[in-house]
């Protein structure tokens, strides 16, 4: 009897392994409906954004961008700079005001070369954990050095921590995503 | 100028190279466990935190499979809380030199040494004499599985605010669930043969094997 174990227990996990993409797709859908619309998600970018899809990078105080080191600039989708926010405390880049987008990465890769490399994404792809950011407009987490351990790109998904990284990311209309330096 | 360092592996071939690793380690660490002589507890606590370890960081390439969970239940169950407590830390400190060191080592091995110690409260319900009943260990194993990443997963709470907890948490069962059929298999095919040993090279043996001896 507990021989069947030895090849049945193998099937088994060649089976839930095999299905793993599709069991993580289902519950990352399910959670992107956990997401809250909040409204305030879009406090202090540009109104005609309202209802569009929009991601920001803030840059860290020790590691500004040599671009976007005061306040934060409001690019459209074509490119232009709309104007620059000082109010919001942070520096940095927000693109915005695309509609359509439904996987985070697409969004991020398009959005992001709309500022023509200033915003350019450096990334690696783990087999199991999909893309894992390193660098984004020049700055590489390795060179964020402080008094602590380590530093990473860090995700928000409509102000909030995002529970799933930016290659299962699902979007809806109006989403906001943001990436700061987050330390551990 | 051949630069063998240089070869760039595939996922799979990396996959291979580790699982031949593995092999190539387990080997001859089977051999020695099976010629210690009888009551050496502490050579085989070493040998399977070794084991444990590397099959840890070889693994890595297979999401969350690796045979932690069910060597430490077995410790728990053959050598007692106390000592499954050590090696669950040790195993969990030394493989993540490699894999990584934070602040979830603290719960990795927080979260073994309840397995751990779970296995030596329930070990009477797994071993009737010295047979290991490998279908409870694998239903325990199967449960640990979950409760292990459940426990881990407090240390997201250190940037997540509480009331993102349980979508972080339903997030994570696909890799849950893959942890916990990992482990069926490892207690499937592992139980039986480590439980022998280990039975061998238990402080009990020892007790019943050394007066024997000092008598012929």
Avoid at chain 2, 126 to 152: E, H, K, M, Q, Y
Avoid at chain 2, 154 to 179: C, K, N, Q, R
Avoid at chain 2, 182 to 190: E, I, M, P, R, S
Wanted: aromatic share 10%; hydrophobic share 50%; net charge negative.
């Amino acid at each position: 009897m507990s021989d069947i174990i030895k090849p049945a227990s193998i099937i088994l996990l060649v089976i839930v392994v095999a299905s793993l993409p599709f069991l993580q797709d289902s519950v990352n859908d399910e959670a992107a409906k956990f997401v809250s619309d909040s409204e305030s998600s879009h406090d202090g970018l540009p109104t005609e954004w309202e209802d569009r899809q929009v991601i920001c990078i803030f840059f860290p105080e020790s590691n500004p961008h040599p671009e976007f080191s005061t306040g934060v600039t409001m690019i459209d989708p074509d490119g232009e700079t709309i104007g620059v926010n000082d109010a919001l405390n942070s520096t940095g880049a927000c693109v915005g005001g695309f509609e359509g987008y439904e996987h985070g990465m697409d969004f991020m890769m398009d959005a992001t070369r709309v500022a023509g490399g200033l915003l350019s994404v450096g990334y690696t792809m783990d087999p199991n954990w999909g893309p894992f950011v390193h660098t984004i407009g020049g700055l590489n987490v390795n060179e964020v050095q402080g008094d602590f351990n380590g530093a990473y790109w860090s995700l928000s998904h409509n102000g909030e921590y995002s529970m799933v990284g930016i290659g299962d990311l699902t979007m809806s209309q109006g989403d906001v995503i943001s990436w700061d330096i987050a330390t551990w | 100028m051949i630069d063998a360092h240089a070869v760039v592996l595939s996922p799979i071939e990396a996959l291979f190279l580790n699982l031949s690793l593995l092999c190539i380690v387990a080997w001859p660490m089977w051999i020695a466990g099976k010629s210690l002589r009888p009551g050496n507890d502490l050579a085989m606590l070493a040998l399977l935190a070794l084991f444990a370890t590397s099959g840890r960081i070889l693994l890595d390439p297979l999401p969350n499979i690796q045979p932690v969970t069910v060597v430490v239940l077995l410790v728990g169950i053959h050598y007692g809380a106390s000592r499954s407590v050590a090696f669950a830390s040790v195993v969990a400190i030394s493989s993540n030199l490699v894999l990584g060191h934070g602040i979830w080592t603290l719960y990795q091995a927080l979260a073994w040494s309840l397995v751990g110690i779970t296995g030596s409260l329930l070990s009477g319900m797994f071993l009737n004499g010295t047979a290991i009943s490998i279908r409870r260990v694998g239903a325990v194993a199967f449960v640990a599985g979950f409760a292990f990443d459940w426990v881990v997963s407090i240390s997201a709470l250190h940037s997540i605010p509480l009331e993102s907890f349980p979508v972080y948490l339903m997030v994570g069962l696909p890799f849950d669930l893959v942890h916990a059929t990992g482990n069926l298999v490892f207690a499937a095919w592992l139980s039986g043969p480590l439980s022998e040993i280990m039975t061998r090279n238990s402080p009990q043996s020892r007790a019943v094997v050394e007066p024997v001896k000092t008598v012929s």
